[in-house]
């Protein structure tokens, strides 16, 4: 069984995601490696996928998009989960299980590639490394507020969901 965890990040911490998770399905005996979409991996040279995206303006980031788009047919064929890395911060009443925190492009990759799962994870900000256009977004009263500084990785709860993967990749 040999499973690549690809990821799309602008700023590191979906990466971070990325290598947790292969390194949390090696230690369970499977083999894995987390890879940047921007190496162009070939999920077709893999027995299952997991792929996941920082979220931005509610979407994923292009180049998850279009390698989803691109493979969907080899995709379609094995077993795939997806995971985005979202919110910083919840709105008081939601969770993160919420419809209306998913991005834009879920319910088409739900009926194309058929995922075994979705998850949404909290991310991280480190207002230091943002770009230019992301800092001045910041600045604006509506983006401090829903944007906070802070590392907001729950990492008990994506080694939970890792060791969901693997149950399943060693259920016949
Ligand atoms: C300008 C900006 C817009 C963002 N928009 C969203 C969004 O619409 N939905 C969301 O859940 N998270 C949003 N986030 C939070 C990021 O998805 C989060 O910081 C993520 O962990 C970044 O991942 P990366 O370090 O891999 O790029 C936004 C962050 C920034 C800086």
Redesign the pocket.
């Known amino acids: 069984m040999n499973v690549i965890v690809v990821y799309a ?7 971070g995601i990325a290598e947790f998770i292969a390194e949390k399905l090696r230690a369970h005996g499977v083999q894995a490696e987390a890879r940047s979409v921007e190496a162009g991996p070939n999920p077709g040279e893999y027995d299952a996928v997991v792929i996941g995206s ?5 979407h994923w980031m292009k180049g998850a998009v279009e390698f989803v788009r691109q493979n969907r047919a080899v995709l379609a064929g094995r077993p795939v989960w997806l995971f ?5 911060k919840l709105e008081p009443g939601t969770s993160p299980g919420d419809p209306g ?1 998913e991005p834009r492009e879920i319910g088409e990759f739900r009926e194309v590639i058929h995922p075994r799962d979705h998850r949404v994870f909290f ?3 480190d207002p230091r490394r ?1 770009g230019f256009a ?1 800092r001045a ?2 600045k604006l009263p509506a ?1 401090r507020a829903l ?1 906070p500084e802070g590392d907001f990785r729950n990492w008990d709860y994506i080694e939970a969901w890792s060791g969901d993967i693997v149950r399943a990749l060693k259920t016949p």
């Open positions: 990040s602008r700023y590191g911490s979906t990466k920082a979220v931005y303006m509610e985005s890395s979202g919110p910083l925190l991310g991280a900000l943002l992301h977004l910041r983006g944007l």
